[in-house]
């Protein structure tokens, strides 16, 4: 007697992984690859995402301003981007496939939702053909799926309407795609009851078309074995996947813990920013305060209240909000309040691009306050370092009485990755001292309070809570005598409060650590980055050593003032390259303060650097001919 019945296939064994969802806006495309990237993340994986989306609350569905598309690259070893170019494109509806197929090297894979390619939606994205049927996908492994019947199909039985049954067609392909690598059910299971518990018809729908995705890969026999990407090594500790703007207010708690000081965020709401001010205030346990103001001038100006008030205090925007922020931000330099404001950079000018990244606003955090009211600028390099890029702004902000500009950006923001929890322990402790007694005399031997009287060592004033006995003073916007705090129009006096603020941040540069280095012997090229840029130009590095060309890799954390040895470290190289995602900000900084001939790769097309790019640079530099190179590479 023969034994017919299945037995289970062991999966394909791949070393990485990219996958591009796209589709409307309002298909669920973010969702879709969060839950994706979450599942991967709980089966060990190293990853990295790229979420891209319209700026419009309702963009015109089924046009190619109205696509929505999230990227996840997953690996067994340690990466650093979310891939050059994706493997697999999962693209729900024409406009996506139009709009993301030239991201798509030819034989990578081709998942369409064969409903949607009707003559409306072929119209409205202005294919005149459907692209199924010429010479469009010639190259490409295409499986056309009928994924909103099939959906609707296996919803029948559930007391759901034909509509709602539709919108769970991400579910369907997230089912279909967990298949084919090897993804777990269970936590997606899990996370739609707990998401839709409320809505028992919807946990219904989701749950049937995500099962009903993952059967059809299962028996459809047309895509070949399932693929799996086994962990990735880590170091013992608890994980979790973490996205930059949750890693800032995290960082922002546990600045507020370490200096044991109560926490206020002042903001208005910005895309990309607005997800701090959401998820800072879930946490009100940890004594923080949220305040969202009627404008970004407004946002200022509680968080300088906040901190005379004996507050560690923030403020959050985007470019547009930090350029209104401008006057009020002068005047916590002119009152030497602590204050940390965040800038969660997006492409511009103007209203820009609020939905892209860039990272275009160097000169803006430098030198945009009127007349000479200088700060330390931070700036965060990966999802999981805005937590301690938080911290780290926090910390000079407490310590040197001083604002302190802390910059990311939209792909950092949304971007997310794995990350080891750090210990409590490892921690700095940030914490500061108020002043509590008088600390001057007068001629007849009466205590008094100078708020300007400063620490030799840094430069700080006195920090005194208002309402403290025998402290009262006097703070503002207009010149203050040095010591007493007193009103003063006095020429010598200015120029001399001025060279003390500027000597005061000046003096940070002997405080902070250097830049992140990745140095080998014989190295004639180093490539200076800040900021997002370091995840493909780490990549780009190491393809670049793995071709013979020896590449030096330098990341700046601190941008004002910068650490006291750079300027030396710069001087060793004949070939200083800086990409970034503006028109070439830190070359001019460069150039102007150690007299270094760097030279810029810039991009400023609302996406971020891949690794391929930057190796064509390089090597460009180097003299070398250019190559062909669209794969996302083991290094990357």
């Known amino acids: 007697m023969t034994d017919t019945a299945s037995r289970p296939v062991e999966p394909d064994v791949l070393d990485r992984v990219v996958i591009r969802f796209a589709g409307d806006s309002g298909d669920g495309m973010q969702l879709t690859g969060d839950r994706f990237t979450s599942a991967s993340a ?72 064969g409903d949607a390619f009707d003559e409306r939606n072929l119209t409205k994205c202005g294919y005149e053909v459907d692209p199924r049927s010429d010479d469009t996908l010639t190259g490409y492994r295409v499986h056309d799926v009928p994924m909103t019947s099939l959906t609707v199909g296996a919803t029948a039985d559930l007391d759901v309407k034909k509509r709602d049954a539709e919108r769970s067609k991400n579910f369907f392909a997230l089912g279909l795609v967990s298949w084919m690598f090897s993804r777990p059910l269970e936590p997606t299971l899990e996370w739609i009851e707990d998401k839709f518990g409320k809505r028992p018809e919807v946990v219904a729908a989701n749950t049937a078309a995500f099962k009903a995705g993952h059967a059809y890969g299962e028996t459809a026999e047309v895509f070949g074995n399932p693929k799996k990407v086994e962990a990735a090594p880590q170091e013992p500790g608890t994980y979790t996947n973490i996205m930059g703007n949750q890693a800032l207010a995290w ?72 350029a209104l922020k401008g006057e009020t931000i002068g005047l916590a330099v002119s009152m030497e309040l602590p204050m940390v404001i965040i800038d969660v950079q997006r492409g511009g000018p103007s209203t820009g691009l609020p939905t892209k990244t860039e990272a275009s606003d160097l000169m803006l955090a430098l030198h945009g306050r009127h007349g000479e009211a200088p700060m330390p600028v931070v700036a965060a390099h990966s999802p999981s370092d805005c937590f301690f890029a938080a911290i780290e702004a926090s910390r000079l902000a407490l310590k040197y009485r001083t604002p302190v500009l802390l910059m990311t950006d939209g792909y950092l923001a949304t971007g997310s990755e794995p990350w080891k929890l750090p210990d409590v322990a490892d921690l700095p402790d940030i914490s500061v001292e108020f002043a509590t007694e008088p ?19 840094t430069l700080a004033r006195p920090w005194a809570v208002p309402g403290t006995p025998g402290l009262e003073h006097r703070i503002g916007g207009l010149e203050k005598a040095d010591g007493t705090g007193n009103v003063s129009y006095d020429p010598a006096n200015h120029g001399h ?40 130009i780490t990549s780009a590095v190491d393809r ?52 270094v001939d760097a030279k810029p790769i810039s991009k400023v097309i609302g996406l971020p650097f891949t690794a391929s790019e930057l190796v064509e640079a390089i090597r460009t530099a180097a003299g070398l001919a250019p190559t062909i190179d669209l794969t996302n590479g083991a290094s990357a």
């Open 42 to 113: 709980l089966a060990g994986n190293d990853l990295a995402t790229l979420p891209e989306f319209p700026a419009e609350i309702r963009a015109p569905q089924g046009t190619l301003a109205g696509v929505s598309a999230f990227q996840v690259h997953i690996s067994d070893h340690d990466i650093h981007t979310p891939g050059d170019a994706p493997d697999v494109l999962v693209a729900m509806n024409p406009a996506a496939l139009k709009s993301q197929l030239d991201r798509l090297p030819m034989g990578g894979t081709v998942i369409l939702n």
């Open 251 to 322: 960082g922002m708690v546990a600045a507020g813990q370490l200096a044991k000081l109560p926490v206020f965020l002042g903001s208005y709401p910005i895309t990309p920013a607005s997800d701090i001010l959401h998820e800072l205030s879930n946490h009100k346990n940890f004594g923080v305060r949220t305040f969202q103001a009627e404008d970004e001038i407004a946002a200022a100006g509680s968080a300088v209240g906040a901190a005379f008030g004996g507050h560690l205090a923030f403020t959050t925007s985007s470019g547009p909000g930090i």
């Open 439 to 457: 600390n001057m005399t007068d001629e007849d031997g009466n205590a008094q309070f100078w708020p300007f009287l400063r620490d030799e060592t």
């Open 497 to 536: 409060m001025t060279d003390l603020r500027e000597a005061k941040v000046a003096g940070i540069a002997a405080d902070i650590s250097g830049p992140v280095t990745d140095l080998i012997d014989g190295a004639s090229i180093a490539v200076v980055g800040w900021g997002s840029t370091l995840g493909s």
């Open 544 to 595: 670049c050593r793995a071709q013979g060309l020896p590449v030096d890799r330098i990341h700046l954390t601190h941008l004002a003032p910068m650490h006291t040895g750079l300027g030396d470290l710069l001087s060793r190289y004949e070939t200083v390259l800086v990409p970034e995602l503006n028109k070439g900000q830190l070359v001019k900084v460069l150039r102007a303060e150690y007299l």
